[in-house]
């Protein structure tokens, strides 16, 4: 769908120097996403591997984030490799909703009420970033704390536009739950992609 240079704005690499590929195609369809445009896969042109890691090679920072849409739609293996053999760390950002497929430096699960995440991608998240959208949610963050692996890290992020009414029981909830840190979209507060 598109690539841009920017900083990781959420979770464990926020404030990194990261060349974002956004894929095409979600299954998902979360209710605030941020980039429904994504969602329909033909209405974006295909670009090959050897464009899209050559995109990423124009910048100097070597941290790729794969994301959507729902990237994991797609069989990444290609072009995870790809970015390693140019000397990338590559990131995954996914629901988890679809098969695993790709070799990941770093693998960033956001579960989703619309469409559980798969056990695999369950077993090989290293971040857990679950979007706090209700007070229900925390439970069901810690239905999916309680399935990683030892050492994930744990994050809560309040959704964009409810931020403001949910940011202060999200705080104390970690007070509360020391395991989990807070993560939020600082991309969307210093205004950049």
Not at 45 to 52: M, N, S, T
Not at 54 to 78: K, N
Request: proline letters at 7%; hydrophobic letters at 40%.
């Amino acid at each position: 769908m598109e690539s841009f240079y920017t900083l990781q704005g959420e979770g464990y690499h926020q404030g990194r120097a990261a060349y974002f590929i956004r894929l095409g195609g979600c299954d998902v369809g979360c209710v605030w996403c941020d980039v429904k445009d994504s969602w329909d896969a033909s209405k974006h042109p295909l670009v090959g591997i050897e464009q899209i890691v050559a995109g990423a090679e124009a910048y100097p920072g070597r941290l790729a984030v794969i994301t959507g849409g729902e990237p994991l739609l797609h069989q990444l293996d290609e072009l995870t490799s790809a970015l390693h053999t140019a000397g990338f760390e590559t990131n995954l950002e996914t629901s988890g909703s679809s098969p695993m497929s790709g070799q990941w430096d770093w693998v960033c699960l956001s579960p989703k009420k619309f469409k559980s995440p798969l056990p695999e991608a369950i077993a090989a998240a290293d971040e857990l970033k679950v979007v706090i959208f209700n007070k229900s949610d925390f439970a069901w963050a810690d239905q999916f704390a309680q399935q990683v692996k030892p050492g994930c890290k744990l994050y809560l992020q309040p959704e964009w536009d409810k931020k403001d009414i949910m940011l202060p029981p999200i705080i104390d909830y970690i007070k509360a739950h020391p395991q989990w840190e807070l993560s939020i979209q600082s991309h969307k507060y210093i205004d950049v992609p």
